[in-house]
């Protein structure tokens, strides 16, 4: 393990935890994450082994069978398994998400009814809120949640597409977004009428859907039509979901009440920047690993190229970018696990891992020359996975955005 990337005050249990999983990197992930990604291959073997360490229920408490660690330790075990492979940090980042919500939000008997089985990773968790045409526009979907009849705890009627579900087909449980209209009424009402339209939203409400893992009809009214094929970020499964006439029960309405989906969405987003920022860090340091290492052993004009100055100021900048992104994103998550809000720190986080990730990859690519262009070298597969991190859990423009609003009211004028 080399200097960059130290997190300073981790508990002797931390400290263990990260070294088990950076082993499990070493031997099981990184020898065999290239071919699996060529081939497009879901890495099943590795998923059994990241159940066996416990990673699944890593932050579900301990009362419900998990770890009850930190965001601080999850993130960095993100970090490592990033390292390896980024499409493994996917599959858990999502169950994760849907685990904390239902931590944070769920009623009793949808924690204890979800929660141990997803500790051991029995219950694969995704979450969709994303639709086709929508992008990062979450107040303007359309997939809709109608109450089957009048009774205030009917079933639910769910209809619509949703777009880029990661573990769309490999998951049992997916926590969906969808538009309910029960919210608190915007504006007086109006002449003769029951009031304003509901601000948008305030009319969202998180369904949590139970479904068959696989592709097609997965349960009546649900179908995941199949895997979407994409440039890099294989083996995981993207997807579609696609209800019709979907009937849920109320008792399957996260917290139990409808018109808080909005909140609970951003509440799992807002961890998950921090995931997606340990990734690039993750990605970043194995980019760094590649490029420094290959650097010693290439020999152009009878030297090593690393002995070359302008290969040198390459390698400094990019230990630079390993070296800030790390820290801004364990800063981040240190927020969050002492009770604070984050958002301003985890957009900042996700902003800037993503792009030094890219960055460094690159240059990574340059120091390989010609042979970072051959799909022998593993610099090829990180080339093609770290754009996502740009465009995951909100893109750069989106981070910038909230970073922006936030600093105008940490900063507000008081002329």
Not at 34 to 57: A, M, Q, S
Not at 184 to 194: D, I, L
Not at 374 to 395: C, D, Q, V
């Amino acid at each position: 393990m080399g200097r960059l990337a130290q997190t300073e005050g981790l508990t002797e249990i931390q400290q263990e935890i990260l070294a088990t999983v950076r082993s499990f990197v070493d031997k099981e992930i990184i020898p065999v994450a290239t071919e699996l990604e060529h081939r497009d291959e879901y890495p099943t073997e590795i998923v059994e082994g990241l159940k066996e360490l416990g990673l699944f229920g890593l932050m579900i408490p301990e009362e419900y069978g998990g770890l009850g660690e930190s965001l601080l330790t999850y993130a960095l075990c993100v970090e490592e398994i990033a390292r390896g492979w980024m499409s493994v940090s996917g599959i858990i980042n999502t169950h994760f998400i849907v685990a904390y919500m239902l931590k944070q939000h769920g009623t009793q008997e949808q924690k204890d009814h979800f929660l141990p089985r997803m500790a051991t990773g029995e219950v694969r968790g995704a979450f969709s809120m994303s639709e086709p045409g929508l992008g990062s526009d979450v107040a303007a979907i359309t997939s809709k949640g109608v109450r089957d009849g009048d009774s205030a705890d009917g079933d639910f009627l769910l209809n619509g597409q949703k777009m880029w579900l990661t573990n769309g087909g490999s998951s049992t449980l997916v926590a969906v977004l969808c538009r309910t209209d029960e919210g608190v009424p915007e504006g007086p009402p109006e002449p003769g009428g029951q009031g304003g339209a509901p601000k948008p939203h305030k009319s969202m409400t998180t369904f949590l859907v139970e479904k068959e893992p696989g592709f097609g009809e997965v349960r009546p009214g649900l179908t995941i039509p199949g895997k979407i094929e994409k440039m890099g970020y294989k083996g995981v499964d993207t997807t579609e979901l696609v209800m019709q006439d979907l009937r849920i029960p109320a008792d399957r309405v996260l917290g139990g009440t409808t018109g808080r989906g909005f909140y609970q969405m951003m509440d799992g987003v807002e961890v998950g920047r921090v995931n997606v920022a340990a990734r690039g860090c993750g990605v970043a340091q194995r980019a760094f690993e590649l490029g420094i290492g290959y650097a010693q052993q290439r020999h152009t004009f009878g030297k090593p190229i690393a002995q070359h100055q302008a290969i040198q100021f390459r390698l400094a900048e990019m230990a630079t970018k390993v070296e800030a992104a790390h820290a801004l994103m364990v800063g981040a998550a240190r927020k969050k696990d002492a009770g604070e809000r984050n958002d301003l720190e985890a957009g900042m986080a996700k902003y800037l891992a993503s792009e030094y990730c890219k960055e460094v990859v690159e240059d990574a690519f340059r120091i390989h020359g010609g042979y970072g262009f051959s799909k022998e070298y593993e610099i090829e597969r990180l080339y093609r996975e770290a754009p996502m991190l740009l465009i995951g859990e909100g893109t750069a423009e989106i981070q910038k955005m909230i970073v922006g609003r936030r600093l105008l009211e940490e900063y507000r004028f008081q002329g």
